[in-house]
């Protein structure tokens, strides 16, 4: 039997699963189609981890691990709703729950000594940070804003800040001995086995990874950032937004770069309070209080110092002197420094510029911001189009143009495939990769605390990216952009490879660019302001960057996008938006049973794979169930029935019960299968006859704190009364779900 795996992740899309997957299970049904649920939350991930420690009625199946093998497969169908990429604090507040919840878990270890804690320290690791994802993206990304949510856009426009020629905000970013500028790389000859290793000053060699397997074409790269060079950087950026009188905020990555970028934080949280470290950092350092889990962590450890009380003043004496510092949420005194899963450079930035390049103070008032991102990789990206809006104003989402994405993401490409190549530098020293023969591809010069790390693309995704690139550009007659940067060693090595495979393919009458970011930026934005479409085709790390930035300025949100990952077996993984403010929706509706939550992204995600199980299976209803589904999508947004923000008003739930009731007549009306019609029909008169008793039921329901079980780990029976109130609704759903 066909099926569909609708994956269950975390926060508010778990939340939002557990009141959509019954609608998309019984409309499935009717087609032969089976909707199975596979955890790959982060809770059931840090679980799986410990199977073998845990006694038989608490072990789960490793979802991932399975997905990503069927990822290989042609039959694969999975919808990916977002999920945490877990910073260390959000691990230990899984960790919390689970253990509160029965589960003998061992703390999360911050400096394994034993080989019991190096042990739980591995397998944690194995779960922090962008675990998912490279293991599911066995294909590369094809993301593009959907024509009707395009069109709603340009008739139901976002809210713009207005920006002024004289903002001071501006982006930050190194000029020297960052990983941009470090960067060496090569094209594999030949297949191989890489040795990584740090020549230390006195002779000694630490071997860092004994095997790195390679294969012909594949290209490898090697960098380093300094960690003095960060030093002096991250200090002279706090004294100018002091002398300029700007916010000041720092933006990472510090999930998916779950190594580089937890230290970066760190250095930026010291260079911040460097008089607090230069006085008490001895003893900080010594209690693991260095910041790279924030100041939050910092301020908690306090407790545990004889002189906290002392420090903790010390530290409130430097916010007040420092620089202003941009908020999380002013109400709570959390800062931009606070937590480093907080502020993710590419929702951070979009929602900056977004907002006339201003970001809160902690009066909650909008300032003109330094935006700190250290490494130049990416960073001159976010400067040209500020410097672009300052000049010539914000963005018009009513007339303005799209950017879809081709990305290079498959089989762990780039920089989001580095973590197990990335390291802190214990010595001074150099740092080599040495093949199979002994001779050494790459060396660094380091220093202790330096951050060096490597990473590989395979030879199949690039292949399957330049592919794509041009398939794209040929179906929607758009130009392709890829976005590359001369003056970085792997995308000079990247610019060959893709000159070469574009002999593969008619490219007659397309408009195929390679452009430095910068440039390729600039181009794009100009093209918009002129309501022209480009495509970007882009590495893995401006994917997600890009797949955020023009989103958020088209649509409002980049949970609009439709993402569909062709995968090179032939399968289909269909990702959902993010949104990026899953937390803050969680935390509503506990306080007041409103979930704010947009399903937007997994109906388009549907419709998507639906349509694919037509191709994979031959079956000619479920393309009739995915248009259908796009022309309720359509119908939803026109009638504005999306949720609301606000408690008494139309929420995820409300916009399911309508989504259902627009996609079950269309069904019924639909006259390509007349069977299937006559199953819809009645569905589509019960839920037409109830409709105002339905939406007040979930109306109603509203106003009051709602218990869930938990955060992480949440009680089943207990989230499915909070997110299927309606028993008339949930009535006639269960009804067509057992005549399948």
Not at 34 to 55: G, H, Q, Y
Not at 289 to 311: K, Q, R, T, Y
Request: with cysteine.
């Amino acid at each position: 039997m066909a099926k569909i795996i609708y994956t269950r992740t975390d926060e508010a899309p778990l939340l939002a699963t557990y009141s959509l997957k019954p609608i998309v299970e019984a409309f499935a049904s009717t087609t032969g189609v089976d909707v199975e649920t596979r955890d790959i939350s982060l809770a059931a991930r840090i679980v799986a981890a410990f199977n073998d420690k845990l006694p038989q009625e608490q072990r789960v199946v490793d979802a991932l691990a399975e997905l990503g093998e069927l990822a290989k497969t042609p039959e694969a169908n999975i919808i990916k709703l977002p999920n945490i990429s877990a910073s260390v604090p959000q691990m230990k507040a899984a960790i919390k729950e689970l253990q509160a919840a029965g589960y003998d878990l061992p703390d999360f270890p911050d400096e394994p000594s034993t080989d019991e804690e190096k042990d739980a320290r591995e397998r944690y690791d194995s779960v922090k940070g962008s675990a998912v994802n490279p293991v599911l993206r066995e294909g590369n990304s094809d993301r593009r804003a959907p024509q009707a949510v395009k069109n709603f856009a340009r008739k139901h426009p976002h809210t713009m800040g207005k920006w002024s020629p004289e903002s001071l905000t501006n982006v930050a970013t190194m000029e020297a001995d960052d990983f941009r500028h470090n960067e060496q790389s090569v094209i594999m000859p030949s297949d191989d086995d890489l040795r990584i290793q740090l020549v230390k000053a006195n002779g000694e060699t630490e071997v860092l990874k004994e095997s790195l397997p390679v294969l012909e074409n594949e290209i490898v790269d090697a960098t380093v950032l300094s960690a003095a060079a960060l030093d002096s950087f991250l200090r002279a950026q706090v004294l100018r937004a002091k002398a300029e009188n700007v916010l000041f905020s720092v933006h990472l990555k510090a999930t998916m770069m779950k190594v580089s970028d937890p230290i970066i934080f760190g250095h930026a949280v010291r260079a911040y309070f460097s008089d607090v470290f230069d006085k008490y950092g001895a003893e900080l350092l010594e209690h693991g209080l260095n910041g790279e889990n924030g100041l939050a962590a910092i301020l908690d450890g306090l407790s545990e110092l004889e002189n906290g009380e002392e420090i903790r003043a010390a530290f409130n004496k430097g916010l007040q002197d420092g620089p202003k510092l941009a908020q999380v949420n002013s109400a709570k005194g959390i800062t931009n420094l606070h937590v480093p899963s907080d502020v993710i450079v590419d929702a951070s930035m979009p929602a900056m510029i977004r907002n006339a390049g201003k970001m809160w103070n902690k009066d909650d008032e909008a300032e003109d911001t330094l935006a700190v991102l250290p490494d130049s990789s990416y960073a001159g990206v976010y400067q040209v189009v500020i410097d672009d809006c300052r000049a010539k104003g914000a963005f018009d989402p009513t007339v303005m143009g799209s950017v879809p994405n081709v990305g290079l993401m498959a089989q762990k490409a780039e920089e989001y495939g580095s973590h197990d190549k990335t390291f802190k530098i214990s010595s001074d020293g150099k740092v080599q990769i040495i093949n199979k023969a002994g001779e050494v591809l790459m060396e660094h010069e380091v220093n202790e605390g330096d951050i060096w790390r490597a990473c590989q693309t395979k030879d199949i995704p690039v292949r399957d990216w330049v592919k794509l690139a041009v398939t794209r550009s040929r179906a929607s007659e758009t130009p392709a952009v890829f976005w590359l940067d001369p003056k970085r060693a792997h995308d000079r090595n990247m610019t060959a490879q893709v000159e070469k495979y574009l002999q593969d393919h008619d490219t007659e009458g397309l408009d195929i660019r390679i452009l430095s970011p910068e440039e390729a930026c600039q181009f794009s934005i100009d093209r918009i302001r002129e309501g022209k479409d480009t495509i970007s085709v882009t590495g893995n790390v401006l994917r997600d960057y890009l797949t955020d930035l023009f989103p958020i300025m088209e649509l409002g949100t980049s949970a609009k996008m439709l993402s569909v990952v062709p995968l090179i077996a032939g399968g289909g993984l269909f990702e959902t938006g993010a949104g990026g403010s899953a937390p803050k929706h969680v935390q509503q509706l506990q306080e007041e049973n409103h979930l704010r939550w947009d399903s937007l992204g997994e109906f388009l995600a549907l419709a998507e794979s639906l349509r694919k199980l037509a191709e994979t299976d031959n079956n000619p209803r479920t393309p009739i169930l995915g248009d259908a589904l796009d022309v309720a999508t359509e119908t939803l947004l026109n009638e504005d029935k999306s949720p609301s923000r606000k408690v008494g008003e139309i929420d995820n739930r409300g916009s399911h019960f309508f989504l259902t009731m627009y996609w079950a007549r269309e069904l019924a009306n639909q006259t390509t299968d007349t069977e299937l019609a006559e199953v819809f029909k009645p569905v589509a008169e019960a839920l037409e006859a109830n409709a105002e008793k339905i939406a007040k039921d979930l109306i109603d329901c509203q106003g009051k704190p709602v218990d869930l079980g938990g955060y992480y780990w949440v009680d089943e029976e207990k989230t499915n009364k909070v997110m299927r109130p309606s028993e008339t609704f949930n009535a006639i759903i269960d009804g067509l779900n057992k005549n399948k």
